[in-house]
Nanobody
Framework: QVQLVESGGGLVQAGGSLRLSCAAS????????MAWFRQAPGKEREFVARIKWADNLIYYADSVKGRFTISRDNAKNTVYLQMNSLKPEDTAVYYC????????????WGQGTRVTVSS
């Protein structure tokens, strides 16, 4: 099992920045990818960004390209999401996920951290 704990959410004005963190613990040696998803009020959960260990490939949703950056610190088993130029439509609960080699890419989910962007 892998446990994920997100942090860094909060209230920010439009145009501002936040950095989310996701710390993994447990069977982290089996992980091969981590990602961020978000769910805005009244909307379905959507993909935000992913990073893969083996080749360090990174993927972003079109809505965040050029504004958000996903990165990882191997020593800390932590993935970050740097969010710049935030917009009110970025308001959501942000979830961190992790996947194992040979398994589903989003096997494990964190509890989420809330981001609110005021206009």
């Amino acid at each position: 099992q892998v446990q994920l704990v997100e942090s860094g959410g909060g209230l920010v004005q439009a145009g501002g920045s936040l950095r989310l963190s996701c710390a993994a613990s447990g069977r982290t040696f089996s992980m091969n990818t981590m990602a961020w998803f978000r769910q805005a009020p009244g909307k379905e959960r959507e993909f935000v960004a992913r990073i893969k260990w083996a080749d360090n490939l990174i993927y972003y949703a079109d809505s965040v390209k050029g504004r958000f950056t996903i990165s990882r610190d191997n020593a800390k088993n932590t993935v970050y999401l740097q969010m710049n130029s935030l917009k009110p439509e970025d308001t959501a609960v942000y979830y961190c996920t992790a996947g194992d080699r040979g398994g589903d890419a989003n096997t494990y989910w964190g509890q989420g951290t809330r981001v609110t962007v005021s206009s």
